[in-house]
T-cell receptor, first 115, second 110 residues
């Protein structure tokens, strides 16, 4: 079975540009979460979507937005890119919206470099 | 969000047991204890989780203190493939917003 797939794997953008990152969850999983991982740190929660509705939002500026499609795939959009947005962006999927009882499955991530 | 503290790094010899500690003194009654690990150039991978009782699975064991203020992830026989950053995370169970700290970098020596 295919795991969580993210595209693209690597991306280079210029300051001020916009970027869209994509995530396909494991088949049957309806929950998708996004995380940002800056080099040397643990992942930081950005958003969670379940059944196309936002279920949680981390402490990130409004330049960050996301959505989930009817097939449960998801997009993360970042506007007006800053150098500090350079990071590994991770997507995680789960069969349920709650994290306590169930594991989350992470993709390999998209490495975004802002120059 | 409840916080956890872990040693920055640990070292183990191959085929020996490894005990990775985690302190979570402010844990609430509804917080689940999760462990994930991240191998180089990969996304985090689920290891194990528990609430109050000790847990075992094919990858590891989780020992939870009686007062739940600390826990220990046990790898019974470390292999070179277990070299990774191990994260101890508390989750209240209502969402997927895992709060990752810096984790423990485990090195396994041949």
């Amino acid at each position: 079975d295919a795991g969580v797939t993210q595209s693209p794997t690597h991306l280079i953008k210029t300051r001020g540009q916009h970027v869209t990152l994509r995530c396909s969850p494991i088949s049957g999983h309806k929950s998708v979460s996004w995380y940002q991982q800056v080099l040397g740190q643990g992942p930081q929660f950005i958003f969670q979507y379940y059944e196309k509705e936002e279920r949680g939002r981390g402490n990130f500026p409004d330049r960050f937005s996301a959505r989930q499609f009817p097939n449960y795939s998801s997009e993360l959009n970042v506007n007006a890119l800053l150098l500090g947005d350079s990071a590994l962006y991770l997507c995680a999927s789960s069969s349920v919206p709650t994290g306590g009882l169930h594991e989350a499955f992470f993709g390999q991530g998209t490495r975004l470099t802002v120059v | 969000d409840a916080k956890t503290t872990q040693p920055n790094s640990m070292e183990s010899n191959e085929e020996e047991p490894v005990h990775l500690p985690c302190n979570h003194s402010t844990i609430s009654g509804t917080d689940y204890i999760h462990w994930y690990r991240q191998l180089p150039s990969q996304g985090p991978e689920y290891v194990i989780h528990g609430l109050t009782s000790n847990v075992n699975n094919r990858m590891a064991s989780l020992a939870i203190a009686e007062d739940r203020k600390s826990s220990t992830l046990i790898l019974h026989r470390a292999t070179l493939r277990d070299a990774a950053v191990y994260y101890c995370i508390l989750n209240e169970g209502y969402g997927q917003n895992f709060v990752f700290g810096p984790g423990t970098r485990l090195s396994v020596l041949p």
